[in-house]
């Protein structure tokens, strides 16, 4: 597109994305330096899976409160034992008996995620050593509880767990300091939109409104008088929705957060515009629960999974070397899964915000951009997402030891199951928290490969950082094909 057709001023042209008529304006570099915004009409996208995502929760809903009602303070009350009589066992339980324990989980998922972000901004660099190192030991020690309370599979896979964290954590090492800085600068973006804050601090009140109703369900289902191969069937079912669920609500609040920090970066350095359109968030905050919102939808049954074995496969794979056999079978699911990042990526979440496409053409699109900018090897480095994650994950941990504790003390025969459940609440509540940081991460790489001198208005210093971390690393992989070339 050219721009004596669609060009217009800076002081005035990105402003206009918050307008009431749900136009956008996409900025691209022109060859001089300028801006050209072409005009593109925000349509919904995706629609089936926001249809698919809410007749999910009306059902499921509905489902949860004829679990929890069956055994709340009556045995059996809407008389649901009579369809599981192969499947029932002597104990009996009842509703309030277990529901307790969730409501105290959910208090403190979310105590973890406020303090966690409140450390994070006060003690950077530590609360980030902590989440790295810290995790594996703690994975260690539950696994040892496991064995000694006779649960040998949990055991087992903690015990794995804290194998692939401490292979991973070794495998990464040399990009930690880089993947400091870049949660650093972040932190300093979402550190300065406290409004950004208080909205993803409202997703997490409707997050734990949903996990009312959704642990009042779980708890009838522990109570429930079938055996133990039902009823950790059912809260598999349960944990899958809920897993969804919290999914959809850190990418609606990711979308949100990356449409902001893209519009601070723009309006960054601009002397007419000291300030952002008043209505930039409220604008955000509607596209991203309507017209994007089948898309999020969409984007959040798959990016998470993809994105995990992503960062496993290239920490292991860059550790492998003269087992050619090995590095053939990990060579050929890292291609497998790099073909799947190109159409599952968190990048997409950007493009969203600011431009309004589909999941599938904005993960395309935001690969094709870091592809054709060389900005995918510092995307490779950043371990960012993987830091935060383990964050998540420990944050999970802690609120599933707690539970577990207490529910050893009352119902030890049901701990591992309660256990269990409350870690995933904890996870989905101390994640909630953390997507704020990632957005900010996320819109950063978008920025930079967009137009990175919308990054060194902002910052000087990390564009400088940024330009060198890249150069080597396109150094690295140009030396490592000449290797490979020589070799052939």
Known sequence: MSDSTNSVSPSSDYASISSGDQSLQRSRRSGDGNRAIVRESRHWHDVFWSAIFVIHMICLGFVLAVLGLNRFRISDRLNIDRYTQGFLENHKGLTEDYWPLYAVAGGIGVFISWVWSLLLGSYANEMMKVSVHILTTYLAVVSVLCFWCRQFFWGGAFAVGALLQFLYVISVIDRLPFTMLVLRKALKLVWGLPKVIMVAHAFTVVMLLWMSLWSFGAAGVVASSMGDEGRWWLLLVL??????????????????????????????????????????????????????????????????????????????????????????????????????????????????????????????????????????????????????????????????????????????????????????????????????????????????????????????????????????????????????????
């Open 239 to 488: 944990s899958v929705s809920l897993f969804w669920t919290g999914a959809v609500l850190c990418n609606t609040v990711h979308v949100i957060v990356s449409g902001m920090v893209f519009h601070v970066l723009f309006h960054c350095g601009q002397e007419e515009s000291s300030s952002l359109p008043p209505s930039s968030l409220i604008d955000s905050l509607r596209y991203a629960v309507t017209t994007s919102f089948g898309s999020i939808c969409y984007g959040s049954l798959f990016t998470a999974a993809i994105r995990t074995l992503r960062w496993e496969i290239r920490g292991f794979r860059s550790k492998i070397c003269g087992n050619e056999c090995l590095l053939c079978c990990v060579d050929f699911l890292f291609h497998l899964v790099e073909t799947l990042v190109r159409f599952f990526n968190k990048y997409a979440y950007v493009q969203i915000a600011v431009y309004g496409k589909g999941f599938n053409k904005s993960a395309r699109d935001a690969w094709e951009l870091f592809q054709s900018t060389g900005v995918e090897a510092l995307v490779a480095y950043d371990c960012s997402g993987a830091v935060l994650l383990m964050g998540t994950i420990f944050g999970g941990l802690i609120t599933g030891s707690c539970i577990g504790i207490w529910a050893w003390i009352k119902y030890s025969d049901r701990v591992i199951m309660v256990a269990s459940t409350a870690m995933l609440m904890g996870m989905v509540l101390v994640g909630l928290g953390m997507v704020v940081v990632e957005s900010a991460v996320t819109s950063i790489y978008i920025c930079f490969a967009e137009d990175p001198l919308l990054i060194q208005r902002w910052d000087a210093d990390f564009y400088t950082e940024m330009s060198e971390v890249l150069h080597r690393r396109l150094q690295h992989r140009s030396s490592r094909a000449h290797e490979v070339s020589t070799t052939a």
